[in-house]
Every structure is written in structure tokens, then in C-alpha cells.
């Protein structure tokens, strides 16, 4: 397993649990509660596709 890929299984979990989360919502599945699980579900994809480009390096100068 590369170091890049060993790097980046906890962001891509997080996308894949946050956009699971919201499709959900919009699918009027409900998981929890109503405004919580679409919130949680933007918070989990947004720290994962931040933590997954920072993982990448696109924010070194």
C-alpha cells in the first residue's frame, strides 16, 4: 500500500459517510434527526475533501 493511499483512508471514509448521509436526506431516509443528519453529513464530506487535498498537497506553496 503506497504512503499516499495509506494517507488518505480516513478522508475518503468521511466523504464516502457524508455523502451517504446527505443522499439519505434526500431521499427522506431518516437516520437521525432531521436538520442533524444532512449537517452532519455536509461537516463529514467538507473535512474529508479538505483533509484529503491537504493529504495530496495542494496547498504547499
Do not use: D
Not at 31 to 43: D, I, N
Amino acid at each position: 500500500m503506497s504512503n499516499f493511499r495509506r494517507r488518505t483512508i480516513v478522508p475518503r471514509f468521511l466523504v464516502t459517510m457524508g455523502v451517504a448521509l446527505m443522499g439519505a436526506a434526500y431521499f427522506q431516509v431518516h437516520l437521525m434527526p432531521e436538520p442533524y443528519q444532512m449537517s452532519l453529513g455536509g461537516l463529514f464530506s467538507f473535512i474529508g475533501a479538505f483533509w484529503f487535498l491537504r493529504a495530496s498537497g495542494i496547498f504547499n506553496s
